[in-house]
């Protein structure tokens, strides 16, 4: 019998008079959480690519293994609460935040969509990295696009602003570090619309590495491309002082070719 991952293998044993017949899920499970950082009513975690952060068909989601890790941490019978107040893509690594009270989801959900009157983040501030082949000009700025999302296509889509349902997407970022292949940007975003900075960058013929959905031929670490959540600050739900995490890069990463240290006198004024 040949066994192959992914797929759910029948089989029966025969012995002293009897037949056992099972069933062996031979999915790889994922690796366990790597938490940065827990307390009463929040659960920090370093995401690894190719999990879901929530709603998966099949298979674990981020929301799935939060709720197990807390629940076999603490004895914890029955069904624990984990809420979700901001995503990240399937394909995408890197800090996340997670509720666990509903009292802290109810303060932490609206810190993702503050921002005052000149688009500054007030709420939540996250700096993501991404890799992509060629250069960005300028350097340093901002990108402003119109959104809609694609349902049949599963994806988003840069349009004008008199399109139905369109939203402005809007963001801006640094460039960090760069070789002949490869351009390391550090982006900040100033909306938080889905598959944002996949999409912008893609439309300017600069797709993450490894991002096959929005044209990317370049190949990438499997099940993840080249964009990272890199640093997450938020205000405390509870305590109400600022916290902040950071979520080192995979080692996947390195294949790229950028400097050691690259990252360390890195000015986050942007």
């Not at 797929?7 to 008079?17: D, Q």
């Not at 950028?258 to 006198?265: K, N, T, V």
Request: hydrophobic fraction near 40%.
């Amino acid at each position: 019998m040949s066994c192959t991952a992914g797929v759910v293998v029948s089989t029966m044993f025969t012995g002293l008079g009897w037949n056992i017949v099972g069933s062996f899920d031979l999915i790889p499970k994922p690796a366990p959480l790597s938490v940065l950082y827990e307390d009463n009513h929040l659960l920090v975690i370093d995401k690894p690519a190719g999990i879901a952060t929530m709603g998966a068909e099949s298979g674990p989601t981020l929301h799935s293994m939060a709720a197990d890790y807390i629940r076999r941490k603490y004895n914890k019978p029955g069904k624990v609460f984990v809420g979700i107040v901001s995503r990240l893509d399937t394909v995408t690594t890197g800090v996340i935040v997670m509720a666990r009270t509903s009292k802290a989801a109810s303060r932490l959900t609206p810190q993702f969509a503050a921002k005052d009157s000149k688009g500054k983040t007030v709420g939540a501030d996250k700096i993501y990295l991404a890799a992509i082949p060629g250069h960005l000009e300028p350097e340093t700025g901002s990108l402003t696009d119109w959104v809609y999302k694609d349902d049949d296509a599963r994806r988003m889509r840069i349009t004008n602003a008199n399109r139905d349902q369109a939203k402005q997407a809007q963001l801006r970022y640094v460039t960090v570090a760069k070789n002949d292949q490869a351009t390391l940007l550090a982006i900040r975003l100033i909306s938080g619309r889905k598959h944002q900075i996949r999409v912008q960058l893609a439309d300017r013929g600069l797709p993450i590495f490894g991002d096959r959905k929005y044209g990317s031929k370049e190949g990438f670490a499997s099940p993840g491309i080249a964009l990272h959540s890199w640093k997450l600050s938020i205000s405390h739900p509870t305590l109400k002082d600022r916290r902040r995490w950071t979520a080192e890069l995979p080692r996947s990463w390195k294949a790229l070719g950028f400097p050691a240290g690259c990252l360390s006198g890195f000015d986050e004024q942007f």
